[in-house]
């Protein structure tokens, strides 16, 4: 049986410990007030002060790639992203289920916080692919941001905290030269720079 606990940071005393059962392949996310661990399709939220259970929900499918990329917290939300592509909302406060949204692709893509907006890439009926970004809290679709990308072509992208408008970084790996480039929301491009074609070999984005 494995079991989750909160140690002391300078003594490493227990501090409390709660059992999770059979299944070690857990994922954790601290937020505000609670700790949320995820098993497989299970998730429960524990009292960060004191280890009591504050709520349990069940998940349409298992979290995407761990609490970094399938698992997002605001003041009041968590919102979760799952192998079946599906993104939904919960109040971090209670469990309860606030949102859903089925993406369109039918295998999970890469999907990332900028801002206060949840963004994946997904494509259209002419397999373009294009940007598509949500409200944090609502999961609200925002217009999407064409791209102009065909299944052909190797771009790369992830987001970026640089500067004071919202934006991303994309690298392409066919073009010739090799070049990254910091795109805001309405395609403008803020910076460019051309990379040697080897060194394309080791970007990794993840």
């Known amino acids: ?16 410990e709660q059992p999770l059962g059979n299944t070690d392949s857990v994922n ?23 280890g009591a259970e504050r709520w349990s929900a069940r998940l349409s499918d298992r979290v995407t790639s761990g609490q970094q990329d399938g698992i997002w917290a605001t003041n009041d939300r968590l919102i979760v992203h799952t192998y079946d592509n599906v993104l ?17 692709e ?13 963004c994946t890439t997904e494509r259209n009926d002419e397999n373009l692919e294009y940007l598509q970004c949500f ?23 992830t987001p970026t905290t640089a500067g004071e408008q919202p934006s991303y970084l994309r690298a392409y790996a066919d073009a010739d030269p090799p ?21 394309m070999t080791i970007i990794d984005f993840t």
């Open 88 to 104: 939904t909302a919960y109040e971090l406060a209670t469990g309860v289920q606030v949102a859903q949204h089925t993406l369109r």
């Open 135 to 157: 409200e944090l809290a609502t999961l609200t679709p925002r217009d999407p941001i064409p791209r102009g990308l065909d299944w052909t072509e190797s771009v790369f992208w």
């Open 1 to 16: 049986t494995f079991n989750a606990a909160l140690l002391d940071g300078a003594t490493g005393k227990v501090l409390w």
């Open 179 to 199: 070049r990254i480039e910091r795109v805001t929301f309405d395609g403008t491009v803020l910076a460019q720079r051309e990379l040697d074609s080897d060194f």
């Open 106 to 118: 039918t295998s999970p893509q890469k999907t990332a916080r900028i801002g206060d907006d949840l």
């Open 28 to 50: 954790y996310v601290g937020a505000g007030d609670v700790v949320i661990a995820v098993q497989e399709n299970s998730m429960r939220a524990f009292d960060a002060k004191t």
